[in-house]
């Protein structure tokens, strides 16, 4: 096999090949170069390449750059199927000093403490196919209680509402998360009323 074809193969996976991938496969970089200009792969980002008949999945591309980045809020609510917004960008969880510079001026941030930064992370399927790391549900509705002043309340009540109803919810999580998080009481008493 050639390095056209090891190329070719690493890219099928998914549609999307690093440079660095291609390092760790000892195979030259300027193979990607020749690959863009024979019309097969285009580069999408520093570093990264997509197959000519792959598709671009943003979610996919961020966290590739952005190891680090956990999907969170508005992204992870729709992928949890607990709002029916669709999210007009890409909202991030990161740990406070985390170099965000690189971030595209649209991403929406959030920053947690390096001790909380990694609780309740699940890796899921992009819609696009492709794994992605998310915070998990409960993770998701300890996050909104942190920050209920800035969430719309629609969301916020039509999320909760969803929850409740879930048959896989974890309480005994969604308790914990919170009292980790410092919002034990506060997740107690909308609970309460949700009840």
């Not at 690093?18 to 580069?43: A, C, D, H, Y």
């Not at 991030?92 to 001790?115: A, E, L, P, S």
């Not at 399927?125 to 719309?152: T, W």
């Not at 999320?159 to 998360?177: C, G, M, P, S, W």
Request: glycine fraction near 4%.
């Amino acid at each position: 096999m050639n390095n056209y074809e090891k190329i070719e193969k690493l890219v099928s996976k998914n549609g999307i090949i690093t440079t660095k991938e291609v390092e760790e496969n000892s195979i030259p970089r300027w193979f990607l170069s020749e690959m863009v200009k024979q019309g097969k792969l285009e580069k999408i980002s520093r570093g990264m390449y997509i197959n000519k008949d792959g598709v671009y999945d943003e979610y996919f591309v961020f966290q590739m750059r952005h190891k680090s980045s956990i999907f969170s809020y508005s992204n992870a609510l729709y992928f949890h199927n607990l709002t029916e917004k669709i999210p007009s960008k890409i909202e991030v969880t990161v740990y406070q000093g985390y170099n965000t510079h690189r971030f595209d001026k649209n991403t929406i941030i959030h920053y947690v403490k390096k001790d909380i930064h990694k609780l309740g992370i699940i890796e899921i399927r992009s819609p696009y196919g492709n794994k992605i790391n998310v915070y998990n549900i409960e993770r998701c509705m300890c996050d909104l209680v942190k920050s209920r002043k800035v969430i719309e309340s629609e969301v916020f009540k039509k999320a909760f509402q969803t929850y409740v109803k879930k048959e896989d919810k974890n309480l005994i999580k969604l308790f914990r998360y919170a009292k980790e998080m410092g919002v034990e009481s506060d997740m107690f008493n909308i609970m309460e009323v949700l009840s």
